[in-house]
C-alpha cells in the first residue's frame, strides 16, 4: 500500500534518502530444534537433541483491530486477526525493518516490471527501489500476500540460489514453523509498520494501513468476498472505471496486467481506505458521485461478516 503523493494539495511529504537497513534477530515465533538442559547433579550444561524432532511452536496469539491498532512502537509483533485467525499480521518497529523482509517478495508478486518467474538479486531490488521513485522503507507503507504466494518466493530462490538476507530467512522460519509454507497450506500474511515510523505514519494513517491490509487478508482467505469482488469488477464497473483503476494503481507501481491483483486493490481501495492520503475520487480519476454510487453498490451486495459489519457507508 502506497500513499498518493502530490494528489492532496493540503500534504507535502518529503522523502528520506534511502537509509542502511540495520539487521537484527527478531521476536517472531520460530521452531526450536534443541534443547539447552541442565544435566546431572553436577549441574553442566548439556545440549540434548529432542528425541522426535523439533517441539511444535507455541501458537500465536490473537488479537482484534483495535488491539493491533493500539499497539504502541517497540519490539516486532506477530499476532493472528481474532475474527479470521488465517490473516497472519506482522507489526514492524519500523519501515526499515519491514522492507528488509517483504520488499524482495513484493518485487516478485506485484510490483510492476519486475520479473514473475525469478527472485532479484540484491542489486536488482536496490535498482528496482530506486527506480520506482521510493526508499527501501517507502516501497510500501503495508504488504500483503498469499502464504502460497510466499512459499513459490522461496522456492524460486532456493532453485536459483539467490542469497537472501537474515530477515528474509526469518521469515520463512516463521511461517514455516506455523506450518504456512506447507503445499496447499491457505492463509495471508499482511503487515504494517509502527506509530510514528515516519512523518506520515501518524494514528489515522496506521489504522487506515491497518484496515486496508485486513481487507487484502480477507480477499486471500474467504472464497466468498474474493468471488463478490470479482464479479463487482467485472459487472459493476464500466471500462473507464476499470481503466481509472488501473492507471491509479500503475501509478502506484502495481502490475496492471495481474487481473486478480487489479480487482484486490480496488476493493481495498473502494471500501476499505478512507483517509485521502491514500486513496480520493481526484486520485482514482472518477468523479465523487459516482465514487459513492461505486461505495454504496459494493456494500449492498458485501457478503456478510465481519468485515461488513464495520464498513461505513459512502464517503461524504
Not at 504494517?192 to 485486513?214: C, F, K, M, N, Y
Not at 472464497?223 to 483503476?245: G, I, K
Amino acid at each position: 500500500m502506497a500513499p498518493r503523493l502530490g494528489n492532496n494539495d493540503d500534504t507535502v511529504i518529503q522523502r528520506s534518502p534511502p537509509a542502511r537497513l540495520g539487521r537484527r534477530r527478531w521476536p517472531f515465533v520460530l521452531g526450536a530444534g534443541l534443547l539447552l538442559a541442565v544435566a546431572g547433579a553436577g549441574g553442566g550444561l548439556a545440549l540434548n537433541w529432542w528425541p522426535a524432532g523439533p517441539p511444535a511452536p507455541p501458537p500465536i496469539a490473537t488479537a482484534t483491530e483495535a488491539a493491533i491498532d493500539a499497539e504502541l512502537p517497540g519490539d516486532p509483533k506477530t499476532v493472528r486477526f481474532a475474527l479470521n485467525p488465517t490473516i497472519l499480521v506482522l507489526d514492524f518497529a519500523s519501515l526499515a525493518q519491514q522492507g528488509a523482509m517483504l520488499n524482495r517478495v513484493a518485487a516478485l508478486v506485484e510490483k510492476g516490471g519486475q520479473p514473475r518467474d525469478r527472485v532479484l538479486t540484491d542489486a536488482e531490488l536496490a535498482s528496482a527501489v530506486l527506480a520506482s521513485g521510493a526508499t527501501p522503507e517507502t516501497y510500501y507503507y503495508g504488504h500483503d500476500y498469499r502464504v502460497a504466494d510466499i512459499a513459490r518466493f522461496f522456492e524460486l530462490a532456493d532453485r536459483d540460489h539467490v542469497a537472501l538476507d537474515p530477515d528474509e530467512e526469518l521469515l520463512r522460519q516463521t511461517l514455516a514453523g506455523q506450518g504456512l509454507l506447507k503445499p496447499g497450506a491457505v492463509g495471508a500474511l499482511i503487515s504494517i509498520p509502527a506509530l510514528g515510523s515516519d512523518q506520515l505514519v501518524d494514528a489515522q494513517a496506521r489504522a487506515t494501513i491497518l484496515h486496508h491490509e485486513l481487507a487484502h487478508g480477507e480477499y486471500f482467505t474467504v472464497p466468498a468476498y474474493a468471488d463478490y469482488t470479482r464479479h463487482f469488477w467485472q459487472d459493476a464497473l464500466t471500462e473507464q472505471d476499470r481503466a481509472s483503476f488501473r492507471k491509479f494503481l500503475a501509478d502506484d507501481g502495481y502490475d496492471d496486467r495481474n487481473e486478480d491483483l487489479m480487482m484486490n486493490e480496488m476493493q481495498a481501495y473502494l471500501m476499505h481506505t478512507r483517509d485521502p492520503r491514500f486513496f480520493s475520487a481526484k486520485a482514482v480519476g472518477i468523479p465523487e458521485e459516482r465514487l459513492r454510487w461505486l461505495q454504496a453498490q459494493f456494500l449492498l451486495g458485501m457478503p456478510a461478516g465481519w468485515l461488513r459489519d464495520c464498513t461505513p457507508g459512502p464517503a461524504k
